[in-house]
């Protein structure tokens, strides 16, 4: 008699099966802020200094030393942060190795007693704690006692060079907006490249992520505008007292 496999289920529109979307978040997560910072610190300190000077050169080097100094900033705190959380998520899956090696019986009755808590009956829970075991122990425990993917652990380098790159190119735009037009206009122009970059930034990360975009670019444009108000506003009265 022939073998019935069972038909495979595709997703549904908007989600993702097995590919990795703890990898992708993290990407997405480290892009995304690297690009907001890279946009509104540089515009701060662009227009800040604009403010106070209309010297192009001066504007330049504030421009291009808070560039680097933020890209490099935001790669080493990345790496950082990822490699501490990936080095919490070692622990604990050495952690469970250890109990599946030395206890396995009561490593199954704890994976057991999580799917009945989620709703199963016992005699159920119990098979599928034992499948799941046999199938394999360390990513059926580690998925449901620790909620992590022993497969997709974060990396800190991905995240790292993401989070430096999208900063790069964030900065990149504030501090050719307010290079290239003439003096009267360069705080303007710069504002307005600055608005419009935010709002790309907000709708790219909502719809990458599946999220709503209205929240997401309305957040984005009005931390960036703040930011810009407040350094112009101390670049103005330092400007005028220096």
Same mark, same amino acid.
Request: hydrophobic content about 50%.
């Given at each position: ?14 989600? *993702? ?9 993290? !990407? ?11 946009? *509104? ?27 680097? #100094?933020? #890209?490099?900033?935001? +790669?080493?705190?990345?790496? *950082?942060?990822?490699?501490?959380? &990936? ?7 050495? @952690?469970? &190795? ?13 994976? $057991?007693?999580?799917?009945?808590? @989620?709703?199963?009956? +016992?005699?159920?829970?119990?098979? *599928? ?24 652990? $974060? ?15 964030? #900065? ?15 705080? !303007? ?20 992520? @599946?999220?709503?975009? &209205? ?11 703040? +930011?810009?108000?407040? $350094?112009?506003?101390?670049? +103005? ?6």
């Amino acid at each position: 008699m022939a073998e019935v496999r069972p038909a495979e289920v595709e997703p549904h529109e908007g989600e *993702v099966h097995g590919q990795g979307i703890g990898a992708r978040l993290n !990407w997405l997560r480290a892009g995304v802020l690297g690009a907001n910072d890279g946009i *509104v610190s540089t515009a701060g300190i662009v227009i800040g200094v604009a403010a106070a000077t209309v010297e192009r050169s001066t504007i330049a080097t504030a421009g291009i030393a808070g560039l680097a #100094a933020g #890209a490099m900033s935001m +790669a080493a705190g990345e790496y *950082v942060s990822v490699s501490t959380q &990936r080095d919490t998520e070692q622990a604990l899956l050495d @952690k469970e &190795r250890g109990e599946l090696r030395d206890m396995p019986e009561a490593e199954l009755d704890e994976l $057991t007693q999580i799917y009945q808590d @989620k709703g199963l009956t +016992a005699d159920l829970a119990a098979e *599928v704690a034992r499948q799941l075991t046999a199938h394999d122990a360390l990513g059926a425990h580690a998925e449901a006692e620790l909620g992590i993917d022993p497969d997709q652990l $974060t990396n800190p380098w991905h995240a790292a060079w993401a989070s430096m790159s999208a900063f790069t190119l964030g #900065a990149l735009l504030p501090l050719l907006a307010i290079l290239l037009p003439p003096a009267s206009a360069r705080i !303007w122009v710069t504002a307005a490249s600055v608005v419009m970059a935010l709002a790309f930034t907000g709708w790219g990360s909502a719809r990458l992520g @599946k999220a709503p975009v &209205r929240p997401a670019v309305l957040r984005n444009v009005a931390g960036g505008v703040l +930011a810009m108000l407040v $350094t112009y506003g101390i670049g +103005a009265l330092v400007g005028t007292q220096v």
